[in-house]
């Protein structure tokens, strides 16, 4: 995944569900902050993972239900947004969502 | 394609932080499952290590020891979707061969993986379908960057969406 297609799933998830603020979590969010990260496992990865700010379970299933594995999106863009809940990341750190 | 018994439990223990007793988890599952079915799902969920009891006797309640992911796990009904329709059709590797292409254009970086898979269509089918419907964190990481959801029907997959959810 490249930067410009990380841009493209934030916009997508804020017209279509009117969120405004949301987490990126996982590999993907290593392209908010290295434009142009060295290719690698981090870089590999062609889905961006997606908190809701209220952490929302019924929210992240809509958002990989419309932008997800297998969704019309995925199939014309070749990447996807996958809806995950702050339970999601087995480590991170402590108050990371405040 | 229903979610076996097994699976239904994982993933009923998996959005109750408190737990569920076998009462409680009887009736959920649907179809209906008679005790004796539950209790040998319980030992075999109970033997790999996968839930973890509180409690005993009537009172035991029952607890996924790491919460199911919930993507994962609907990936993984896709791809059981995707393997079915391959193996009533080997042809449709073709497709698969197709979206793989297009899956290469639209991520370069995700070589490791698409490599993995050209490899594995080139390959006998039995030993492609083991792969795309394994489950292991190894075969859910492939299977991210799969191009067999293609394969899947909009309606097949609304009910992997239905079937598989937050409760």
Do not use: C
């Not at chain 1, 997800?68 to 999601?88: M, P």
């Not at chain 2, 490791?112 to 006998?124: E, F, N, P, T």
């Amino acid at each position: 995944m490249v930067r410009s297609q990380l841009q493209h799933v934030i916009f997508e998830i804020g017209r279509r569900f009117d969120l405004r603020d949301f987490y990126i979590i996982g590999s993907a969010a290593i392209l908010a902050v290295l434009p142009n990260p060295p290719k690698g496992a981090l870089t590999a990865t062609r889905d961006v993972d997606v908190v809701p700010l209220d952490d929302d379970e019924h929210v992240s299933d809509r958002i990989s239900f419309v932008l997800g594995e297998a969704s019309e999106f995925d199939f014309e863009h070749g990447y996807y947004a996958q809806g995950v809940t702050s339970k999601t990341p087995a480590y991170a750190p402590h108050g990371w969502m405040e | 394609m229903r979610p076996t018994s097994r699976d239904q439990v994982m993933q009923l223990l998996a959005v109750e932080p408190a737990g569920l007793s076998a009462p409680e988890l009887m009736r959920l599952i649907r179809p209906r499952i008679s005790q004796p079915t539950l209790w040998r799902t319980l030992d075999g969920l109970r033997a790999e290590g996968r839930i973890a009891t509180q409690g005993r006797a009537r009172a035991t309640r029952y607890h996924a020891t790491a919460r199911i992911d919930l993507p994962a796990l609907r990936s993984l009904r896709l791809h059981q979707l995707a393997a079915r329709r391959l193996a009533a059709d080997p042809e449709l590797r073709r497709i698969a061969h197709q979206r793989l292409q297009k899956l290469h254009h639209a991520n370069p970086h995700g070589r490791v993986y698409q490599d993995r898979w050209a490899d594995l269509l080139g390959g006998s089918l039995p030993a492609l379908l083991r792969t795309m419907t394994e489950a292991s964190e190894q075969a859910d990481a492939l299977r991210k960057e799969s191009p067999f959801t293609i394969l899947v029907t909009p309606e097949e997959r609304r009910r992997v969406f239905t079937d598989v959810r937050a409760a």
